[in-house]
């Protein structure tokens, strides 16, 4: 018997192998073990997708009133709003990292309240969802993070007409979490890391990771401008080369990003430029034929006929890229610090602390705190605003002692 139009397809038991199954015009979509929480959210899902393809298959007008009829649930707000992040988090063709952080802020929402009337949001439904987050081991500052991106979800929803206003001006007098007063956890501020341990890692790492290294340290640009360097970013008419960023962190802003490279690091940078100037003068490609080059010369016994005569794959499973991004750079200087400890642990010394580029950048913001001044630390980090700078550079504490000298 035909199903009736507008019913919403059921949720039931494939027998012959107790897997649940929904019939979506006319066809059978498997959704994992019968009973299971998978198997429900992949059936909420598919119905949602299924109520916005038949709201699109309508005309026009008649898809407007669908959209602001007051009967529209979370997950079919959620549905249209990804049509919307995909066309907009986008920056030189290319997804930006806003858009996984939506996804990753708006996936409890579905699936805690994915069936509940999006107009019934209000700001206690936001607030359990906020404490599944606490429960969920998140630190404070990310949940703040999420529960902003939530909140800008439904003003998003608002401006569409799909919610009443009234919703979004409910969740904006849900404050964030405060610091000690909260179950959430918190995080460890991040802390310039010390020159020793810095230039005990170097010798431990591909040159290409030594001078990223390097460069941040001379330079105190962010991770992502340190591997994303090419020659033809950087103007050389002068004593001083300035490296301009085009695609940067603040650009939306219109603001632009110029870096000022001296004498010692643009000793770091003349190994690696060419003549091609847009390629990317740290690429991993190139790190890794040095590392084989370097065991093949260290290699003690013969090499075998048959490793001899093998040859490169064509199409590898996991090519390598031509260039770092911040996540192998990090995990290039992790493996370094493991190399180190593993030495030192030989010699009974004790190993060194874990530390990331980040803080690097921290290390010059303090640098230039003590000896040029604050306004210096902020020009040199590319900051609008010297405050932005004062969480990057550490109070500087020998001045506070000479000042307790003279005067406490």
């Known amino acids: 018997m035909p199903r009736k139009p507008g019913k919403v397809p059921s949720y039931c038991l494939h027998k012959a192998s107790g897997r649940a199954v929904v019939r979506i015009n006319g066809r059978d979509c498997y959704l994992g073990p019968f009973g299971s929480p998978e198997s429900h959210a992949e059936y909420e899902r598919l119905v949602a997708e299924w109520r916005a393809r038949n709201a699109e298959s309508s005309s026009a007008n008649q898809r407007v009133s669908q959209l602001a009829d007051p009967s529209l649930t979370i997950a079919q707000v959620l549905l249209e709003y990804r049509s919307f992040a995909r066309n907009y988090y986008v920056k030189n063709g ?48 990310v949940i703040n993070n999420r529960v902003d991106r939530i909140k800008r979800f439904f003003r998003w929803a608002v401006s569409e007409e799909l919610v009443p206003p009234s919703v979004y001006e409910g969740l904006k007098s849900v404050a964030g979490l405060k610091h000690g007063r909260t179950e959430a956890r918190e995080t460890d501020p991040v802390k310039p890391v010390d020159d020793v341990y810095v230039d005990a890692v170097i010798p431990h790492v591909a040159r290409q990771v030594a001078a990223m290294i390097q460069l941040q340290r001379l330079t105190g640009m962010r991770p992502c401008e340190a591997v994303m360097i090419r020659a033809c970013d950087i103007q050389m008419s002068s004593d001083v080369w300035i490296y301009e960023l085009q695609d940067h962190k603040t650009a939306w802003r219109g603001h632009r990003r110029q870096i000022a490279i001296g004498p010692k690091a643009q000793a770091v940078l003349q ?98 705190n003590q000896t040029f001044g604050i306004e210096a630390a902020a020009v040199s980090l590319g900051h609008a605003h010297a405050d932005v700078t004062k969480v990057y550079a550490e109070r500087n504490l020998k001045l506070a002692m000479q000042v307790a000298r003279k005067t406490g």
């Open 271 to 368: 190994p690696f430029l060419t003549l091609q100037t847009e390629a990317y003068l740290f690429n991993p490609k190139d790190a890794e034929a040095e590392r084989n080059a370097k065991r093949r010369e260290n290699r003690k016994s013969p090499m075998t006929p048959s490793q001899a005569s093998r040859t490169r794959k064509k199409k590898p499973k996991r090519e390598k890229r031509d260039r770092y991004d911040v996540d192998s750079y990090r995990r290039a200087i992790k493996y370094g610090i493991k190399k180190v400890n593993k030495l030192r642990s030989k010699e009974g010394l004790d190993p060194i602390p874990n530390w990331f580029p980040l803080q690097l950048r921290h290390s010059r913001a303090t640098e230039l």
């Open 94 to 141: 290319s997804p930006t990292k806003e858009l996984d952080e939506m996804r990753f802020a708006l996936r409890p929402l579905r699936k805690l309240y994915g069936d509940t009337l999006a107009r019934d949001f209000g700001p206690l439904s936001l607030k359990a969802l906020r404490q599944h987050l606490v429960d969920s081991d998140l630190s404070r500052g």
